[in-house]
């Protein structure tokens, strides 16, 4: 199952489209590739796809975007400008079967995917980069606060939308160096 675009990712993708611009673009969690495709429209000096679903991959290549399989930074070993990542954030949902979850629960909280995200990514970021991430209300968000605090970073929310159950927000998380 390939992560179709939701509204998360429609509300993400106005911001890729405006930070991507000469930089060199990581999108984790590409699923369907709405991010990369985005970044590559707005100018991006370079786009790398990765997702753990090798089905994502094999789609992605085939668009012409260059993808790799990687479960997180597994298989990363750049620094970018920019990472973008439209992360699993929800709590886990007993009623979800195993495919659909992998793409939407964030863990049994559903911050445990982003804070081990977030302890990562510094070390992907070219210096100055910048980290564009979207998350729920119905996220937790202490622990991923802590984390950004920890690594030296600091996190502005640029946009936010409400939708029926929850609002959802886009985040710039920035080195404060």
């Given amino acids: 199952m390939i992560y179709e675009p939701r509204e998360d990712s429609y509300l993400l993708e106005k911001f890729v489209m405006q930070y991507s611009?000469?930089?060199?673009?990581l999108d984790l969690g590409s699923g369907s590739g709405?991010?990369?495709?985005?970044?590559?429209?707005?100018?991006a000096k370079s786009v790398?796809?990765?997702d753990?679903?090798?089905?994502a991959v094999v789609s992605l290549k085939k668009e012409g975007i260059p993808a790799i399989h990687s479960d997180m930074f597994s298989n990363i070993s750049e620094k970018f400008d920019l990472i973008v990542c439209n992360p699993p954030y929800l709590?886990?949902?007993e009623r979800e079967d195993s495919e659909s979850e992998l793409i939407t629960s964030g863990g049994e909280r559903g911050d445990e995917w982003l804070c081990?995200?977030?302890s990562q990514a510094p070390d992907h970021l070219k210096s100055k980069g910048k980290i564009l991430i979207v998350l729920s209300s119905l996220t937790p968000r202490e622990k991923i606060n802590e984390i950004i605090h920890e690594n030296g970073m600091k996190k502005m929310v640029i946009a936010t939308e409400s939708l029926d159950f929850?609002?959802?927000?886009?985040?710039?998380?920035?080195s404060k160096a």
């Avoid at 709405?34 to 100018?43: F, M």
């Avoid at 929850?166 to 920035?174: A, H, N, T």
């Fill in 91 to 93: 709590p886990k949902d």
């Fill in 116 to 118: 081990l995200f977030l």
């Fill in 52 to 55: 753990i679903n090798p089905e």
């Fill in 48 to 50: 790398l796809a990765a």
């Fill in 166 to 174: 929850e609002s959802l927000e886009v985040w710039l998380i920035e």
């Fill in 34 to 43: 709405i991010q990369a495709r985005a970044a590559l429209k707005a100018g």
């Fill in 21 to 25: 611009k000469d930089k060199s673009v």
